[in-house]
C-alpha cells in the first residue's frame, strides 16, 4: 500500500512569517494530493489539493507544490495568521488495486506566535 | 455542515459491553470509510466500503465490525474492547472509482474503554 511520510511533526512559527510542510509518497501511481486541516476538537477538513497534471496550485495564502520525480509535495502557508494554528495533514490514495480513500501522513502541529 | 453526521458523539464503555457508532452521509456518496485517530497513529484507515462492499480492512483486530446495509449508512459494532482502543473514530464519505477523489469527515465519536 501506499506509504506518505511528513515533515516537520510540531512547527512553530512567527505571526506573518511562511510555513511550509514537505511529504513525501511512496506510490509512483498515486494522482492526487490533498491537504487537510484540523482544528482542536473539530474534523479534518479539506484546504487545498493537487492532481499530477500541474506543479503548483495556489489558493490565496495557501499553496501547493508538486514534485512527481522525486514523489514530494509541500504545502505552503504565507502571511501566517493565528488562525492558521492546527494540525495539517497530508495524504494521497491508498494503492492495491485501485482502492477507495486515502493513506494520511502522522500530521504537522502548526503553532503561530503572536 | 451537516454532510457526514456520527452518532453518538462521545462513548464511555467497559471492556464487556456491545456498542455500536453510526455514521450518515447525505453527499450522494457511494463509498464509505472508518479512521481512527489516536495519539499513537493520527489517521489510520480501519475500513472501506465502496459500492457497499467491504474493500480493505487494514488488520483491524475482530472485535471491530463493520456493516454498511446501503451507501449513506455506516456502522462499526463494538464488543470486548480494549482501554488502546480508547481513541477517536472518525467516519468519511467520497464517491467510489479509485484515486482522486476527496474524503469529507464526520465531527467523530470519542470512545473512552474502561
Known amino acids: 500500500g501506499e506509504n506518505v511520510e511528513q515533515h516537520p511533526s510540531t512547527l512553530s512559527v512567527q505571526e506573518g512569517d511562511s510555513a511550509v510542510i514537505k511529504c513525501t509518497y511512496s506510490?509512483?501511481?498515486?494522482?492526487?494530493f490533498p491537504w487537510y486541516k484540523q482544528e482542536l476538537g473539530k474534523r479534518p477538513q479539506l484546504i487545498i489539493d493537487i492532481r499530477s497534471n500541474v506543479g503548483e496550485k495556489k489558493d490565496q495564502r495557501i499553496a501547493v507544490t508538486l514534485n512527481k520525480t522525486a514523489k514530494h509535495f509541500s504545502l505552503h502557508i504565507t502571511e501566517t495568521q493565528p488562525e492558521d494554528s492546527a494540525v495539517y495533514f497530508c495524504?494521497?490514495?491508498?494503492?492495491?488495486?485501485?482502492?477507495?480513500?486515502?493513506?494520511f501522513g502522522k500530521g504537522t502541529h502548526l503553532i503561530i506566535q503572536p | 455542515e451537516t454532510g457526514v453526521t456520527q452518532t453518538p458523539r462521545h462513548l464511555v464503555m467497559g471492556m464487556t459491553n456491545k456498542k455500536s457508532l453510526k455514521c450518515e452521509q447525505h453527499?450522494?456518496?457511494?463509498?464509505m470509510y472508518w479512521y481512527k485517530q489516536s495519539a499513537k497513529k493520527p489517521l489510520e484507515l480501519m475500513f472501506v466500503?465502496?459500492?457497499?462492499?467491504?474493500?480493505e480492512n487494514n488488520s483491524v483486530p475482530s472485535r471491530f465490525s463493520p456493516e454498511c446495509p446501503n451507501s449513506s449508512h455506516l456502522f462499526l459494532h463494538l464488543h470486548t474492547l480494549q482501554p488502546e482502543d480508547s481513541a477517536l473514530y472518525l467516519c468519511a464519505s467520497s464517491q467510489a472509482g479509485g484515486h482522486g477523489n476527496t474524503i469529507y469527515f464526520g465531527e467523530g465519536s470519542w470512545l473512552t474503554v474502561v
Open positions: 453527499l450522494g456518496h457511494n463509498a
Open positions: 495524504a494521497a490514495p491508498n494503492s492495491g488495486g485501485g482502492a477507495d480513500g486515502l493513506t
Open positions: 506510490d509512483s501511481a498515486s494522482n492526487y
Open positions: 466500503y465502496s459500492l457497499e462492499e467491504r474493500v
